[in-house]
């Protein structure tokens, strides 16, 4: 899926793969979370041309919730995006 079509109707799916610039995009227009899969943070430094696949969309992500075994905190926002880049 281009970029475009991220961003036009808000649609990303689970194990499609995406630029990290569309993500990035997509995450602030529509507040969510994006986090690296085994990290214990959210992602600080990228290459906006990195490609990253969707492992999981965590809807209703507003408390704390599991990520294996570590407990996410998080009050801002609604969605949680679990990536791995490819």
């Known amino acids: 899926m281009v970029m475009e079509d991220v961003l ?3 649609s990303i799916k689970e194990g499609e793969v995406y630029r990290r610039e569309a ?10 979370m994006l986090i690296e899969d ?4 959210g ?3 990228y290459d906006p041309s990195d ?3 969707i ?3 965590i809807q209703g992500a507003g408390s704390n ?4 075994k570590t407990v ?11 990536i791995k880049k490819v």
């Open 8 to 10: 036009r109707y808000g």
């Open 23 to 32: 993500l990035e995009i997509y995450a602030e227009k529509y507040r969510c």
């Open 38 to 41: 085994g990290a214990s943070r």
């Open 43 to 45: 992602i600080l430094a």
């Open 51 to 53: 490609d990253y696949m």
């Open 55 to 57: 492992l999981q969309i």
């Open 65 to 68: 919730f599991l990520l294996g």
């Open 72 to 82: 996410v905190a998080n009050k801002f926002f609604e969605q949680a995006i679990i």
